[in-house]
């Protein structure tokens, strides 16, 4: 007999339902009927901290393959504020554990990214059995080469960047295209170079806006009409990478624009004259269905959890090495960001293409 908790915490994206059904599917088929039982927490570490749950079935699990979304809900329960009590005085953190012995769990399946990973690992240093799986648009889990999610968002914002190259060659104007990552550049590096992107600007890689203006005066010299850059919503000068966490913080309260693409198109036309238009697609890029890429990984991902929990063998996020899925423990991944690495390959390609980094 398993009694297995399920849940979906911090910002949603697409290939959750999958990777969810992955698990279910994997474990149904492995036990006899009533060996099984599965407990949904509702909206991520909430319902697990206040007792918010329900017993799944199989029906529950039928049909959400290509839905977008998740069928428990997600929140965000920052990692930083997880030992402070809430308003009523409650400790989070032994309210789950109360929670997870209450139900006579076996373990607990946690999908979720960074601050997500953080907290299972907490729950497993408090003695509870965890098996996480990678989610996020960010592809910015430690030790696994993909995310779920990822990929998807790479089609629809590669798909924002060509709309917008077609009005683009209609207009001579400069169009910035803000896309989703604070702290990492994958997803606008990879839809950038996939939507021909002739500016790409990621964290990773501190801006100078002469730099920026240099390489559109030399698109216009060599009589190209328009300029399309792909900008990370956490792209950030040189100047301000200079600054100290607490300084940089103080700067963008003060900020006038929205985001930094505002900001950047500001500058540009005021060195350039050129008008400028920006585009932010926004949460769209973690909405509807899951493309075909991510419904196969967090399905292998999804058994490669039941797996482990068919083995007892907890404790891991589960993930993808070399095209291989496999597990990693979480004691070390939690924590730890996956950066595009500035000297890889893949930048040097970029900038082969012509691609400029603003560097
Ligand atoms: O972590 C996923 C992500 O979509 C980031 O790319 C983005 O910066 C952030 O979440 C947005 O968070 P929220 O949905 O809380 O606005």
């Known amino acids: 007999m398993k009694r297995v908790g399920i849940l979906t915490s911090g910002g949603d994206c697409q290939a959750l339902n999958a990777a969810m059904r992955g698990v279910v599917k994997a474990l149904w088929f492995t036990y006899e009927p009533g060996q099984i039982e599965i407990y949904g927490f509702m909206d991520g570490y909430r319902g697990l901290i206040y007792g918010d749950y329900k017993q799944l079935n199989y029906s529950d699990f039928a049909g959400i393959l290509t839905r977008g979304g998740t069928i428990l809900g997600s929140s965000r329960t920052p990692f930083k504020q997880i030992r402070e009590p809430d308003e009523n005085g409650v400790n989070k953190v032994e309210a789950m554990k109360q929670n997870y012995y209450r139900l006579n769990l076996n373990c607990l399946v946690i999908l979720g990214g960074n601050g997500t ?3 299972a690992n907490l729950l497993r240093e408090e003695g509870l059995n965890v098996v996480t799986l990678p989610k996020t648009i960010d592809n910015d889990l430690w030790g696994t080469d993909m995310t779920f999610g990822f990929q998807s968002a790479v089609n629809l914002a590669t798909n924002v960047i060509d709309c917008i190259h077609t009005t683009a060659s209609s207009h001579k104007r400069v169009f ?3 896309i989703m990552g604070h702290k990492a550049g994958w997803l606008t590096l990879n839809a950038g170079m996939a939507g021909g992107a002739d500016i790409i600007l990621i964290p990773e890689i501190p801006f100078d806006i002469d730099k920026i203006v240099d390489a559109i005066n030399l698109r216009t010299k060599r009589g190209a009409a328009f300029t399309i850059l792909a900008v990370a919503e956490g792209a950030i000068s040189k100047e301000d990478a200079a600054l100290s966490k607490k300084e940089y913080k103080e700067k963008l309260e003060k900020r006038e624009f929205p985001s930094v693409s505002y900001e950047i ?15 932010v697609p926004g949460h769209m890029q973690r909405g509807g269905e899951p493309c075909p890429y991510d419904r196969v990984l967090a399905s292998r991902l999804g058994t490669k959890a039941a797996e482990l929990i068919i083995n007892d063998d907890y404790g891991y996020m589960v993930g993808v090495k070399n095209r291989e899925i496999v597990k990693f423990p979480l004691e070390e991944v939690a924590g730890k960001l996956k950066m595009v690495p500035t000297d890889s390959d893949f930048i040097q390609e970029a900038r082969m293409l012509g691609i400029s980094f603003g560097d």
């Open 176 to 178: 910035i295209v803000e």
């Open 265 to 279: 198109a500001k500058q540009i036309e005021e060195r350039t004259g050129q008008e400028i238009r920006v585009t």
């Open 117 to 119: 990973t953080k907290t």
